[in-house]
C-alpha cells in the first residue's frame, strides 16, 4: 500500500525555498558555532566565510556575500559593506579582479594611505575623507604634495605659497634651477627650462621672462639690462 508520509531521500539540482546548502545537504539552519550565516544571494549555500572575489554585507542576521557593495552601504571597510569609510581614511576603486564583466563591479574600498599606483586624491562626500586616483581629474589638474601626510593633493590651481608649477603640474613654492624662468602676472607660474617664444628676454636676478625689456636687451642672452657694454651696439630693430 502507498503511503504519502513516507520519508527517503530525493536528488535535486537545487534545495527547496527556506533551505540552504550544507555539505552537500539541504538544511534549514547552518550548523555553525558562531551561527552566522554567509551566502551568496540565490545559492543560499551555508559558508564559514565569504569566497574570494565576494564582498560581505550584513543583511540583519546573516551575512549576504556579493560581488560589489549595495548602493546603500558603498564602501567596503577591509571587513564588510558599510555606508562610509572611517574617518581619515581613503577610497580607491578598483575593479574586482574576480569577475568577467569588470565594469559591473567596480568597488569602491576604504584604505589607511593611497597605494603607490594611486598616489593623487580630492575630497568626497562633503571632505569627510578622500578618493585616491591615479592622475588629477582636468578640472583639478594640479597638485600639491603634503609633505606631512605624504598626500598628493588635486586642486584647479596653484595660490598661496605653493603658487609655481613645475612640468607635471606640481605646485611648488619656487622653481627649480632646471626650470627657473616664469612669466610674472598670470594665475598659475608655470616654471620653464627656458622663457617662451613669446615671453623671450629675462631678468636674471628674478628669472622673471618678458615680451619685450624696458631698457636693452642683450641678443645673444636674451636677457634684459640697462645698458650695452661692449663690445656690443645699440641698434633699434625687431627681435625674431
Not at 551568496?40 to 572575489?53: A, R, S, V
Not at 565594469?103 to 599606483?117: A, K, S, Y
Not at 605659497?161 to 610674472?184: L, M, S
Request: glycine fraction near 4%.
Amino acid at each position: 500500500m502507498y503511503q504519502s508520509d513516507i520519508n527517503f531521500l530525493l536528488c535535486v539540482n537545487q534545495c527547496p525555498e527556506g533551505y540552504h546548502v550544507e555539505n552537500k545537504e539541504c538544511v534549514k539552519e547552518c550548523n555553525f558555532t558562531s551561527k552566522s550565516i554567509y551566502y551568496i544571494p540565490g545559492i543560499y549555500e551555508c559558508l564559514d566565510k565569504c569566497p574570494p572575489g565576494y564582498y560581505v554585507n550584513n543583511n540583519t542576521n546573516d551575512y549576504q556575500c556579493l560581488k560589489k557593495c549595495p548602493s546603500n552601504r558603498p564602501y567596503y571597510n577591509g571587513t564588510m559593506c558599510s555606508e562610509k569609510c572611517p574617518d581619515g581614511q581613503f577610497v580607491v576603486e578598483k575593479f574586482n579582479h574576480y569577475t568577467t564583466f569588470k565594469d559591473e563591479f567596480l568597488q569602491q574600498i576604504c584604505v589607511e594611505e593611497c597605494p603607490t599606483d594611486y598616489p593623487f586624491n580630492i575630497p568626497i562626500n562633503g571632505e569627510l575623507y578622500y578618493k585616491c586616483l591615479g592622475q588629477c581629474p582636468p578640472d583639478k589638474k594640479y597638485w600639491i604634495e603634503d609633505s606631512d601626510n605624504q598626500r598628493k593633493n588635486c586642486s584647479d590651481k596653484c595660490e598661496g605659497e605653493f603658487k609655481f608649477v613645475n612640468p607635471g603640474n606640481q605646485c611648488v613654492k619656487e622653481c627649480n634651477d632646471t626650470f627657473k624662468y616664469f612669466i610674472n602676472g598670470t594665475e598659475n607660474l608655470i616654471c620653464h627650462s627656458q622663457c617662451p617664444i613669446d615671453h623671450p628676454f629675462h631678468n636674471s636676478s628674478t628669472n622673471i621672462c618678458f615680451e619685450k625689456c624696458e631698457n636693452y636687451a642683450d641678443f645673444n642672452t636674451k636677457e634684459c639690462i640697462d645698458d650695452c657694454s661692449e663690445p656690443t651696439y645699440k641698434y633699434w630693430g625687431i627681435y625674431n
